[in-house]
């Protein structure tokens, strides 16, 4: 299940797929191949059939097509001894594609059981099935409601939407007295059960009909929360959901943010609650100056590697990587910082300039390094852990834009 690896490893194979996504053809041919293998699939029935195909290129038209697809094939033929099918099965890449005019090959144990056996020869490499599975199916349904107003947020794994902010209109306190107070609470009694009406039917619409939760959690007042769960307009199916209601002060999203305060036990398993926590106890120690929250990339590797770090939070909108360029004339070494989608520029820009020690026009990407890798090897090294932290919410993005999207909460205070 996809729920069962770490957010760094959805994290790489995301990054995996989508590199796997931007390569096409050489020639822009049908001759980039694609397979999808089953868990309990015999491996050496994929052998058997994958030979059979490389004796049929013969017979394609193109013949520089042909060859493509043979030499794909082959190239997968020649790694299959080496492949074991888990209990996910295999989905597995190779051709010869226009980034590096050589063959490439890739292969990917699929978050969840691949459904389907199928072998494609495209222009491109299909890596739809891959990316449904990364698609987080469990939804978690939030309602916060009290006499003024009420809320309605969905969460879908790490990523948090506030679907509506209703407002109520029923009155609150007032002044009148004798008969005219008993006419006026009588008002606002039907007002109040019209408006808990009316947002039982949203909830319906929003967790019934639209959106297919795995659990509902409901916060606000004592009285106004229990009043809006009996009522019976509630689908019942939807109060069956209802994993749990807590005592919430607000509505809008002050009354989401402080439900999910409360919650953050109950609903760990939920990757939004998580990462929430994580923020909230790198905030905390970093409010009490206890020096255990540091900030920055050059403070967290240096702290890494004096082993001084437990977690590091590491924000999913960063995707630097450090490009080795090398000179094959005079052998000369150098780095870039860059990002995913600026590498075709660079190559193409290296084409067009030369070697500033040799002056020889020879220069080109030798390996590339994405700086999570960086940080995950002195991870490893030290014993902490990562925790990939998405832009899906509030405190995710005051990760990357108020703490350089690199932080750490420390085993113990350390000098800089």
Known sequence: MLTERSSLEIYHLKQRIKEIEEKTSATMSTSLVSIYIPPGTQLSDISNLLKDEVGKTTNIKDKNTGKAVADALRSILARMQYLRNGKNGLALFAGITQQSQKVEYYAIEPPEPVAIKTYVCDTRFHVDHLKAMLNVKEQLGIIVIDRG?????????????????????????????????????????????????????????????????????????????????????????????????????????????????????????????????????????????????????????????????????????????????????????????????????????????????????SLSIAGKEYLIDEFEKLAQETGASIEIISMGHEDGIILKNTFTGIAAVLRFPVDF
């Open 149 to 361: 107003g009420c809320t309605f947020a969905l969460i879908r794994g790490s990523h948090l939407r506030i679907l509506s902010d209703e407002p109520s209109f029923v009155m609150g306190k007032h002044s009148k007295g004798g008969q005219s107070a008993q006419r006026i609470a009588r008002g606002i009694e039907i007002m109040a059960r019209e408006y808990y009406s009316k947002m039982a039917v949203k909830a319906n619409n929003y967790f019934q009909e639209e959106n297919d939760i795995t659990a509902l959690v409901i916060g606000g007042p004592a009285m106004s929360k229990d009043e809006f769960i009996e009522h019976p307009m509630l689908d019942y199916r939807l109060k069956e959901k209802i994993l749990k209601v807590y005592d919430v002060g607000y509505t809008g999203e002050p009354g989401i943010r402080e439900l999910l305060s409360r919650a953050e036990d109950d609903l760990f398993e939920f990757s939004l609650v998580g990462e929430r926590k994580l923020l909230k106890r790198f905030l905390t120690e970093l409010g009490e100056d206890s020096g255990k929250a540091i900030y920055g990339a050059s403070h967290v590797k240096k702290a890494l590697k004096m082993s001084a770090v437990d977690v590091v939070l590491f924000s999913e909108a960063i995707e630097t990587i450090h490009v080795r360029i090398k000179c094959s004339n005079c052998g000369k070494e150098f780095l870039e910082t860059s990002i995913p989608e600026n590498i075709p520029e660079l190559e193409t820009k290296l084409m067009q300039h030369s070697c500033p020690q040799c002056k020889a026009e």
